[in-house]
């Protein structure tokens, strides 16, 4: 396996970057995750849109391989061959000589990329797989989610309990309002309505997210961003989870509340899925 790390392609094992460098100190840093589909990047533009903003937030600044991100990214799928693939892009404030809360203004970056095979999306090849199980938390996070930083310990802390163990995925709510996954964006559906959390919220605005609205709204189903609260969760008729990696999967459970079942064409998941599947085929 190959990765990429400031200017040169380093296989895996040899990589190193310094522990000096502000990402490992202080978490000082930002990323991306971009699937591609047979050896095509799916909505590349606007991860990397996501990358300056996460950026200019952050006062990071750009490093010059930035401009170049889509033929690297492009060579590195090449070489690690696999027919789909999920790139990590990670943007560091780069090393300094000495640990400090200030960084030197001479300090240049670090961007480091990776990838490795992306799994098909389990719901594609049987859509009659159980849904995932879910519990709720209490949102600890910071107030500004929309940043991709790599700091994400409240997202992982939940997954290391023993009782959590066997939870797909958690479900962040900041008092009654449900906010998003720990690793995902929350959809959910109330008769014909489907509606996920707004941008206002303290959410990251997931690329899939943000695709999916665009496209079933095209495709002329009823969806919305609105505000979801812990007590409308035992009216929702479907839940679904969507990221890059994911794609959508739906939900069976949310802690003790078991979802409606209903036949496999009437699910909003799984016409959902068949967009996508269908985008893809012409992506492709
Ligand atoms: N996670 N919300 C959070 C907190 C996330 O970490 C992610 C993605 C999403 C979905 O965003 P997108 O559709 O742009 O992938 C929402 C990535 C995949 C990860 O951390 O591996």
Not at 72 to 83: I, T
């Amino acid at each position: 396996m190959w990765t990429y790390l400031n200017g040169e392609f380093i296989p895996k094992e040899e990589v190193r970057v310094s522990p000096f460098d502000r990402g490992f100190l202080f978490g000082d840093s930002v990323y991306e995750v971009i699937p591609s589909y047979n050896n095509k990047l799916f909505l590349f533009d606007e991860h990397l849109e996501r990358l300056r903003n996460s950026l200019s937030i952050t006062k990071i600044p750009i490093p010059e391989s930035l401009e170049d991100l889509h033929p690297l990214a492009m060579e590195l799928l090449k070489k690690n061959q696999f027919l789909n693939q999920a790139i990590y892009i990670q943007i560091t404030r780069g090393v300094d000589p000495e640990r400090s809360h200030v960084s030197a203004n001479t300090t240049v970056p670090t961007l480091f990329m990776s990838s490795t095979e992306l799994e098909i999306n389990p719901y594609r090849e049987n859509p009659h797989k159980k849904g995932l199980k879910i519990k709720l938390e209490e949102d600890i996070r910071w107030k500004r989610c929309d940043v991709k930083a790599t700091t994400l310990l409240p997202n992982i802390i939940p997954f290391h309990r023993e009782e959590e163990s066997d939870s797909d995925e958690i479900l962040f709510h900041d008092g009654q309002k449900i906010n998003e996954g720990s690793k995902s964006n929350v959809f959910f559906v109330f008769e014909d309505l489907i509606v996920t959390p707004p941008k206002e919220q303290n959410i990251l605005l997931g690329v899939t997210r943000n695709y999916f609205l665009k496209r079933l709204s095209e495709e002329g189903f009823n969806v919305t961003e609105k505000e979801v609260r812990i007590k409308d969760l035992n009216k929702a008729d479907e839940i679904w989870v969507t990221s890059s990696t994911k794609e959508i999967q739906p939900v069976h459970q949310v802690d003790n509340m078991v979802l409606p079942g209903k036949e496999l064409e009437e699910y909003y998941w799984h016409k959902a899925l068949k967009v996508l599947e269908e985008d893809l085929k012409s992506n492709c």
